[in-house]
């Protein structure tokens, strides 16, 4: 093989290469779309009477979680199978952000943390890699934190809501996550950076709960109560 030859192969290489990385742009920046409807539509629960919608809001959120499925299901046809790391980087945000998205809806629902294998089955994607497209367990765990943050802004809005037993609720709910997360050794550096946030949201919420019981509202959450 000439030197023309050899770098005539490695330019059709290359430009296979883009075509698949530009399918996949496309895919992705459709997710990027639906993650944000889902995101609006949860938004609204920061508002005064949002609490009253949480029912309505999740339940909707769900039936675009069924189109995202979809857009997972196409992106999973433009590359390999194999190669799934090797285009990792272009799906790796908008796959945190559902994951953060499936998490805020269980919670929402039930108070509870969401499991790899229900954000997979929300999503419709895998959790063992071996199977293909898969949920990587440092992209859920940052999804996770994610919902912590937001869970922290949840705790202010609450109080302005007149809610003052959900405050407790997170409070006990985060400083839960606080001490699973210090049980792991995170050697990622954009997932420790995030984690080290979440000292941050622990805070917050924190004042939040101290506020309410030097005001005397704060009452500790019984059993079976109301969500």
Not at 160 to 171: E, F, K
Not at 188 to 208: M, S, T
């Amino acid at each position: 093989m000439s030197v023309t030859e050899m770098f005539s192969y490695i330019q059709g290489f290359l430009s296979a290469d883009q075509d698949v990385r530009e399918d996949i742009r496309k895919v992705v920046q459709i997710l990027e779309q639906n993650a944000r409807e889902i995101l609006t539509v949860l938004q609204s629960v920061h508002q005064p009477s949002g609490f009253k919608e949480i029912p309505s809001k999740c339940a909707r959120a769900r039936e675009l979680f069924c189109t995202v499925r979809t857009q997972l299901a196409d992106l999973k046809t433009k590359f390999p199978v194999e190669q799934y790391y090797r285009f990792h980087e272009h799906w790796r945000f908008v796959l945190q952000r559902l994951a953060f998205l499936s998490a805020f809806v269980v919670y929402l629902e039930s108070e509870t943390l969401v499991t790899r294998e229900e954000v997979a089955q929300i999503l419709g994607i895998e959790v063992v890699r071996e199977k293909g497209f898969h949920l990587d367990v440092e992209d859920y765990l940052a999804g996770v934190l994610i919902m912590a943050s937001e869970l922290s802004r949840l705790a202010v809005n609450s109080v302005t809501a007149g809610d003052y037993s959900r405050p407790l609720r997170i409070s006990n709910f985060i400083n839960e996550l606080d001490s699973g997360f210090r049980l792991l050794n995170l050697k990622n550096d954009p997932l420790r950076k995030r984690y080290d946030g979440l000292k941050y949201d622990v805070k917050k919420i924190e004042e939040v709960v101290y506020d309410l019981s030097i005001r005397g509202l704060a009452k500790e959450p019984e059993s079976g109560v109301d969500k």
